[in-house]
C-alpha cells in the first residue's frame, strides 16, 4: 500500500518582547507565546489514506514543550511528546476491516494546552478479496461431502440454490473451509446447482458448480414364483424400482385388484380365477421398465376336482324320428351311454364342455316310452342323469325311404316326404346338393344330388326333416369310398452283391401292405397308408450267380397291385489254396490240400502216382486228401490241377527218389501223412 508521507513547513517562532517602562525604572521579563506550525493546507484538508496499514509521518515546529494525542485507537502516534524546534511524529495507521471508511484526528498541543493544532486523518475502506477452491464439485448419486476452502479479507457468505446441497455453515470471515454435501440422488438423471460466496458488501461474488450423477436403475420383484389353489386366491408383488415401468402382460385368468405406493415401493395385489379344469395352469405377469428390462412373475394354479353336470335334465320327443342335444359341462373326460336302443347318442364319450345329439327313433307305438342317458366322469367319481320320454305316434310326417346308398362316383336319388304337417329339411350333408322337388298332394318327392367320394373311405351324412312340432326324421346318405390307387417307383431295384439298401416310394389312396418274395429281400415295414417311402435290404449274395426277387404291394382290398423287380450281382468268384507246393520224402506221404470257394470245381488232373484219398466238405471250404506212392527210382514232380467255370488251380509234387541221385535210398513203400 502507498504510504503518504506529509512533510510540513517549519513555522519560524518569533518572540515578541514587549517592554513595560515603569515610573519605578524596573525591566520586566517577556512572556512567551506558543505556537505550532503546520502548513496550512494539511491542517485543512487533513490527510487521506488507504485502507492498508501503513506508516504517516507529521513534521511540524513549535516554540514550546508540546505532546500529541488520537481519537481513535486504530491510530498509534510516536513519539507523544518532544521539546521546542522542529519535531517529526509518525503515526502507524491500522489495516480498516470494518467495511466503511473511517476517520480520526491527531491533536498536538503545549504543555499547559493552551495552543492546539489538529489534523483530521481519513482512511478509505478495505477492498474486498475473495478466492474459493474448488472451482466445482462432483458427487455420485449417493450422499456425500466435500470441503470448500474461502479465502477473504472481509466478512463473507454462502448461499446454495438446490434443496439437495448441504452446507455446515452459511458465514465466515478470513479463511475458512466450508463442508459442502448432497443429499442421495434417487433420481435416474443427474442433477446441477451452485454455492455462491459472496463479500459481505456484495461487492465479490464466486460461484462453485455442483453436479451430482444420477442413480443406478433399480427394479426388482420380492418373489418370482406364485402358487396358487384351483379355487382362485389374491396374492401380492412388491415392485420396487426408481424407473418408470408397466405391466407388459399377464394371464386372461389373473386380474390386477389392487395397487399400493409407498416410496419407491408398489405392492400389487392380483387374483387368480378359479381353474375349472382337472388340469394345473401357469401363466406369467411380465413387468417392463423404461429401458425394456423385464421381469417375469411366474403364477401356478392347481388344477380343479372333476366336474359334471348336463342341461336340461329331461329331453321331450315326439313319436316321429327326432334329434335333440344336451349340453354337458365339465372340466375333464366323460364318457355317454343310452339305457334304450331307440334313443341313439351321437357321441358316447368327450371331454370338458360339449353338446350331445340324442336321436330318438321313430315311435309307431301308441305308448308313450322313455329311457335314461347317463353320463359319467372318466375316473368315475360324478355322474349326471338324463331323462328321455318320447310322445306316443299321432301325427303323419313319413319319408319313403331312410336310407340311401350311392356310388363313390356320384349319384341323384330321391326322398318321399308324407305329410300332414308342415316341415322344413333341418340339415343336410354339406357333400348331399338337393337339386329338385315336386309336389303331389300330401307327397313331396325331393332329388338329391350326392358329389363324388375322392376318398377311399366310405361316408355317411344325415339329411334332417323337421315338422312343426319340432318332429324330425333323418335320413341317412351311405356312399362308397373311391377305387383304390396304388403305383410304386421304381419299377425295378439293382443290388449289389454286398448287403445294400434301397427306398422306393409308394403312391396310394388307401391302406396297403408289402412283401417281399425272397427271404433275402428284407422290407422295412409290412405295411401303411397313403403316400410313403419304403426301405429294401438285399443280404450279401454269395454265390456266384445273379439273383431276382420280386416284392409285391397290394391295397387292403386286395384290388389294386404293384411289383418291384428286385436283382442282386452275383458275388465274386472265390477260388484260393492253402498250400500250393510240397517236397515228399520218397517212401511216399498222404497230403490234405484246403480249398476255399464260391463256385463249382473238380480236379481235372494228377500224376499217375498221386490218387485222392477223401474230401470233407465245411460251409465254403473243401479238405481234400490224396496219396503220395513210395518212388523207387528217380525223384519226381508232378501237378494237381483243379478246374471249374472261370477256376483254374495248380498244386506241384515234388518227391526225392530211392536211387542215389534221388538223395534218398529209402525203399520202404512209405506211409500217410496229413498235412494242414
Not at 424407473?243 to 408398489?266: L, M
Not at 397313403?530 to 431276382?548: D, I, K, L, M, P
Amino acid at each position: 500500500m502507498m504510504r503518504k508521507l506529509l512533510t510540513f513547513l517549519q513555522a519560524v517562532a518569533i518572540s515578541t518582547l514587549i517592554a513595560g517602562c515603569g515610573g519605578t525604572g524596573t525591566e520586566n521579563e517577556p512572556e512567551i507565546t506558543p505556537e505550532i506550525k503546520f502548513t496550512e493546507d494539511i491542517v485543512t484538508s487533513g490527510i487521506s489514506v488507504e485502507s492498508a496499514e501503513q506508516s504517516v509521518t507529521l513534521s511540524f515546529s513549535t516554540n514550546v514543550a508540546w505532546s500529541a494525542t488520537v481519537s481513535a485507537d486504530w491510530l498509534t502516534i510516536s513519539p507523544s511528546s518532544g521539546e521546542a524546534g522542529k519535531n517529526s511524529v509518525k503515526v502507524e495507521v491500522e489495516e480498516n476491516r470494518t467495511g466503511q471508511p473511517r476517520s480520526a484526528t491527531i491533536t498536538i498541543s503545549d504543555k499547559e494546552s493552551m495552543q492546539k493544532v489538529s489534523v483530521t486523518v481519513r482512511q478509505e475502506t478495505l477492498k474486498a478479496s475473495l478466492t474459493v477452491s474448488p472451482e466445482s464439485l462432483e458427487f455420485s448419486a449417493n450422499k456425500g461431502e466435500e470441503m470448500l476452502n474461502v479465502t477473504s479479507n472481509t466478512d463473507w457468505v454462502i448461499t446454495k440454490d438446490a434443496e439437495w446441497i448441504t452446507l455446515d455453515s452459511d458465514k465466515g470471515k478470513g479463511l475458512a473451509t466450508i463442508a459442502a454435501g448432497v443429499t442421495e440422488n434417487t433420481s435416474l438423471t443427474s442433477r446441477t446447482g451452485s454455492i455462491t460466496v459472496s463479500t459481505s458488501d456484495g461487492s465479490v461474488k464466486k460461484t462453485v458448480s455442483v453436479r451430482q450423477s444420477g442413480a443406478d436403475v433399480i427394479f426388482t420383484i420380492d418373489k418370482n414364483e406364485f402358487n396358487v389353489a384351483a379355487v382362485g386366491e389374491s396374492f401380492t408383488v412388491k415392485v420396487t424400482h426408481n424407473i418408470g415401468y408397466k405391466i407388459n402382460s399377464q394371464p386372461e385368468w389373473v386380474k390386477q385388484t389392487g395397487k399400493v405406493s409407498s416410496g419407491n415401493t408398489d405392492t400389487y395385489t392380483f387374483t387368480a380365477e378359479a381353474n375349472t379344469s382337472t388340469e394345473a395352469r401357469e401363466g406369467v405377469i411380465v413387468f417392463c421398465n423404461d429401458n425394456n428390462e423385464c421381469v417375469p412373475v411366474t403364477v401356478k394354479q392347481a388344477g380343479a376336482n372333476a366336474t359334471l353336470s348336463v342341461s336340461p335334465a329331461e329331453l321331450t320327443f315326439t313319436a316321429n324320428t327326432e334329434s335333440k342335444s344336451l349340453d354337458v359341462t365339465s372340466n375333464t373326460a366323460w364318457t355317454a351311454a343310452s339305457g334304450a336302443s331307440w334313443a341313439k347318442l351321437n357321441k358316447t364319450n368327450g371331454s370338458g364342455n360339449a353338446q350331445i345329439a340324442v336321436t330318438a327313433e321313430e315311435n309307431t307305438a301308441i305308448t308313450q316310452r322313455s329311457a335314461t342317458i347317463t353320463i359319467k366322469t372318466a375316473d368315475g367319481k360324478a355322474s349326471a342323469t338324463v331323462k328321455v320320454t318320447q310322445s306316443a305316434a299321432n301325427v303323419i310326417f313319413s319319408v319313403d325311404k331312410n336310407e340311401h346308398s350311392v356310388a363313390a362316383a356320384g349319384g341323384d336319388f330321391t326322398v318321399k316326404v308324407t305329410r300332414n304337417i308342415g316341415y322344413k329339411i333341418n340339415s343336410q350333408p354339406e357333400w348331399v346338393k338337393q337339386t329338385g322337388k315336386v309336389s303331389s298332394g300330401n307327397t313331396d318327392t325331393y332329388t338329391f344330388t350326392a358329389e363324388a367320394n375322392t376318398s377311399t373311405e366310405a361316408r355317411e351324412g344325415v339329411i334332417v326333416f323337421c315338422n312343426d312340432n319340432n318332429e324330425c326324421i333323418q335320413v341317412t346318405v351311405k356312399q362308397a369310398g373311391a377305387k383304390a390307387s396304388l403305383s410304386v417307383s421304381p419299377a425295378e431295384l439293382t443290388f449289389t452283391a454286398k448287403p445294400e439298401s434301397k427306398s422306393f416310394s409308394v403312391s396310394s389312396n388307401t391302406d396297403w401292405s408289402v412283401a417281399s418274395s425272397a427271404d433275402w429281400v428284407k422290407i422295412g415295414t409290412t405295411s401303411g397308408s397313403g403316400n410313403a417311402q419304403v426301405t429294401a435290404s438285399a443280404e450279401e449274395n454269395t454265390a456266384t450267380t445273379q439273383r431276382t426277387a420280386t416284392i409285391t404291394l397290394k391295397t387292403t382290398d386286395g384290388k389294386a397291385t404293384a411289383t418291384i423287380k428286385v436283382t442282386q450281382n452275383p458275388a465274386d468268384v472265390v477260388f484260393s489254396i492253402d498250400i500250393k507246393e510240397f517236397s515228399i520224402d520218397a517212401k511216399g506221404e498222404e497230403i490234405t490240400i484246403k480249398i476255399k470257394h464260391n463256385s463249382a470245381y473238380s480236379v481235372k488232373s494228377m500224376p499217375d502216382w498221386v490218387n485222392q484219398t477223401n474230401k470233407t466238405v465245411s460251409g465254403d471250404t473243401d479238405k481234400i486228401s490224396f496219396a503220395v506212392q513210395h518212388n523207387p527210382g528217380y525223384k519226381r514232380q508232378g501237378e494237381i490241377i483243379f478246374n471249374g467255370d472261370g477256376i483254374y488251380g495248380t498244386v506241384t509234387i515234388k518227391q526225392f527218389g530211392s536211387k542215389a541221385d534221388g538223395g534218398n535210398d529209402d525203399t520202404t513203400t512209405g506211409g500217410k501223412i496229413t498235412l494242414e
